[in-house]
């Protein structure tokens, strides 16, 4: 790709602020998840397997891909490697979450909320108990736990219903443009273990797409580290930081990755806690779900424990860690072209880091090494009043999100035309996305604001070519 000279029109509209992300690469290859990069742009385009996966694997990625597509059942069943479900869960499978590996949405109204869930803790106090926060992150809410579970098995009530009010609010662009939002209002309606807490905190949590994990969890930690900027001394106005988080089998803090708020050390666990979380299910890396003493739950368990055994768990694993990205699209075009220049002289690149290089990850020739094209830094970034959750997680406050990878996300809606952006699905296109940003981004989204018509239409084509 040839770099484009800056035009006049984006000459004047970056007059007023500095050029944040013009030192960042711009991207020269299709192949934006290495050599495992796969063509594919269809319905089917996040469920593939890495293309320099060692036919010698194929199975162990299909016998992955069965424990993460199929339904698991209440215990006891004939189908004993999966059974176990509940008794509160949200979904029964993890592609009831994560649609065809890609990005849940919020509920239509009336419908239940199945791939978009809530969050719950309560603020911590000075009689907290250290421990709790250093290996928990937050302290859940009494009696409900961690997360709303909106379904439950015969015998058990499911914790409550969740509803959202949306409201709408319009905003003008610089060049007259009106563009929608839509703010949601989340409710929690007749909870059935008793009334919620005052103090009650929430995090609405839109299930992510699952392409490209097992590369990002291959970045090398010093690579990552070496973009923290906490106290902006660069004077960019961008300070992300990364997220110090307990990790289970180690033992010990370490830096969090996954997650949408990079709560999480690796797949693996990021994988353990949603099936505890999402499905009731336990493994020996998560031996908990989500249920509390006040709930009652043991006496339906009959699953065995763990349910989700360490061979079905290495099996998931594998699966998550070696689903490919979609190579780029129509990188020729001057438009996207245009877009891509655009992307990086508004400083989306100060966060949507492009380039990254894989390290050594062991027995996995195929993630190792790679020159890849996430567009993300991983690390953790205010984005202002309009985004936040006002719930910490670790290290994370209420106002901070992990930078979400963009690679793929232009076939977001190919995948599941219902696919919301953005933690909690609420953008229904990208340019809302970009609109919603604040707090480090505030600039890059006043910059984006004040672009003519047909510099905004670039911009959108070179992230709907990702």
């Known amino acids: 790709m040839k770099p484009l000279l800056l035009i006049p029109a984006l000459a004047l509209c970056l007059a007023a602020g500095p050029s944040l992300g013009a030192d960042h690469p711009l991207q020269d290859t299709p192949q934006s998840g290495g050599d495992g990069t796969v063509a594919q742009s269809d319905h089917n385009a996040y469920s593939l397997p890495q293309g320099n996966l060692p036919i010698s694997k194929r199975l162990d990625f299909s016998v992955?891909?069965?424990?993460?597509?199929?339904?698991?059942?209440?215990?006891?069943?004939?189908?004993?490697?999966?059974?176990?479900?509940?008794?509160?869960?949200?979904?029964?499978?993890?592609?009831?979450?994560?649609?065809?590996?890609?990005?849940?949405?919020?509920?239509?109204?009336?419908?239940?909320?199945?791939?978009?869930?809530?969050?719950?803790?309560?603020?911590?106090?000075?009689?907290?108990?250290?421990?709790?926060?250093?290996?928990?992150?937050?302290?859940?809410?009494?009696?409900?736990?961690?997360?709303?579970?909106?379904?439950?098995?015969?015998?058990?009530?499911?914790?409550?219903?969740?509803?959202?009010?949306?409201?709408?609010?319009?905003?003008?662009?610089?060049?007259?443009?009106?563009?929608?939002?839509?703010?949601?209002?989340?409710?929690?309606?007749?909870?059935?273990?008793?009334?919620?807490?005052?103090?009650?905190?929430?995090?609405?949590?839109?299930?992510?797409?699952?392409?490209?994990?097992?590369?990002?969890?291959?970045?090398?930690?010093?690579?990552?580290?070496a973009a923290e900027d906490p106290d902006d001394l660069d004077g960019d106005g961008i300070s992300g930081r990364a997220n110090w988080v307990w990790d289970r089998v180690e033992q010990r803090t370490a830096l969090g990755r996954f997650g949408l708020k990079a709560a999480e050390v690796n797949v693996m666990q990021q994988s353990m806690a949603a099936f505890a979380g999402d499905m009731g299910l336990s493994s020996s890396i998560v031996p908990d779900t989500d249920c509390t003493a006040e709930q009652q739950c043991e006496r339906f368990v009959d699953g065995g424990h763990p349910e989700v055994s360490d061979k079905i768990a290495a099996f998931v694993n594998f699966y998550a860690m070696s689903l490919a990205v979609p190579a780029r699209r129509d990188m020729d075009s001057p438009a996207v072209q245009e877009g891509a220049q655009l992307f990086n002289d508004i400083g989306c690149a100060g966060c949507h880091t492009p380039r990254h290089t894989t390290g050594e990850l062991a027995d996995r020739p195929d993630l190792s090494n790679q020159v890849i094209w996430p567009y993300t830094d991983l690390l953790l970034h205010d984005m202002g009043p309009g985004l936040a959750d006002g719930r910490p997680e670790f290290l994370a406050d209420g106002n901070e999100w992990r930078t979400p990878p963009l690679w793929g996300v232009g076939l977001a809606q190919q995948i599941n035309p219902r696919a919301g952006f953005l933690h909690d699905g609420r953008a229904r296109t990208l340019e809302e996305a970009i609109l919603w940003h604040g707090g480090e981004a505030q600039a890059s989204t006043e910059q984006y604001r004040q672009l003519p018509a047909a510099l905004r239409q670039s911009l959108n084509a070179f992230l709907n070519s990702l």
């Not at 919020?106 to 108990?129: C, H, K, N, W």
């Not at 859940?140 to 579970?149: D, E, F, K, T």
Request: aromatic letters at 6%.
């Open 64 to 225: 992955g891909n069965s424990f993460f597509r199929n339904p698991w059942v209440i215990a006891p069943s004939s189908t004993d490697a999966r059974d176990g479900l509940g008794p509160l869960f949200n979904t029964n499978s993890c592609q009831g979450c994560h649609l065809k590996d890609g990005r849940g949405h919020p509920p239509a109204p009336g419908e239940a909320a199945v791939s978009l869930f809530l969050r719950l803790s309560i603020p911590a106090g000075p009689d907290t108990d250290p421990q709790l926060l250093q290996q928990h992150g937050f302290v859940p809410a009494p009696v409900y736990g961690s997360q709303l579970q909106t379904a439950a098995i015969p015998g058990m009530l499911p914790e409550a219903q969740l509803n959202i009010e949306w409201q709408a609010r319009e905003e003008t662009l610089g060049d007259g443009t009106r563009v929608s939002l839509r703010n949601p209002v989340y409710r929690i309606d007749n909870p059935n273990y008793g009334p919620l807490p005052d103090n009650l905190l929430i995090s609405p949590r839109v299930a992510p797409p699952m392409i490209g994990l097992g590369l990002l969890e291959a970045i090398p930690e010093q690579a990552i580290l």
